[in-house]
């Protein structure tokens, strides 16, 4: 096939990871698996979060919160926290914002996603990685 300018990449990401969390009746607040990437040699790398969704999966109402650790230890903050989601519906906390999560090659910030109740919520979180 001919290709005008440079050719398409082949090179392509593994495919996105999903999260399943068990809830135990009483742990409502998970880490997501896909922590910030450390560049070759411990070297420091940055995602940027595009888009985070919260669906509730129960039948009744739920709060849920977005929280982003700090790799420093420090300026830990909340993206939302405690807003209201009824039953069958989703929250967009992004709406056309974005964050960077930076890891500094010994330490990475961290994505955390908690819900009132166990087993009550669904989150997708959009990531571009190894900016």
């Known amino acids: 096939m001919a290709y005008l300018g440079a050719r398409p990449t082949t090179n392509f990401r593994v495919a996105p990871t999903k999260d399943t969390f068990t809830g135990d009746g009483s742990t409502t607040t998970f880490d997501l698996a896909?922590?910030?990437?450390?560049g070759a040699g411990s070297s420091a790398l940055e995602s940027i979060v595009i888009g985070i969704t919260i669906s509730n999966t129960?039948?009744?109402?739920?709060t849920a919160s977005v929280f982003l650790d700090n790799n420093a230890g420090s300026n830990d903050v909340h993206i939302v926290k405690d807003a209201t989601i009824p039953a069958g519906s989703s929250l967009e906390v992004m709406s056309g914002n974005k964050?960077?999560?930076?890891?500094?090659?010994?330490?990475?910030?961290?994505?955390?996603?908690?819900a009132?109740?166990?087993n009550?919520?669904?989150?997708?979180?959009?990531?571009?990685?190894?900016v």
């Open 34 to 38: 896909n922590k910030v990437p450390a």
């Open 58 to 62: 129960s039948s009744s109402g739920i």
């Open 99 to 114: 964050i960077v999560l930076q890891n500094t090659g010994s330490a990475a910030d961290v994505l955390r996603v908690s």
């Open 116 to 118: 009132s109740a166990s």
């Open 120 to 130: 009550s919520a669904d989150a997708l979180v959009s990531v571009l990685e190894d």
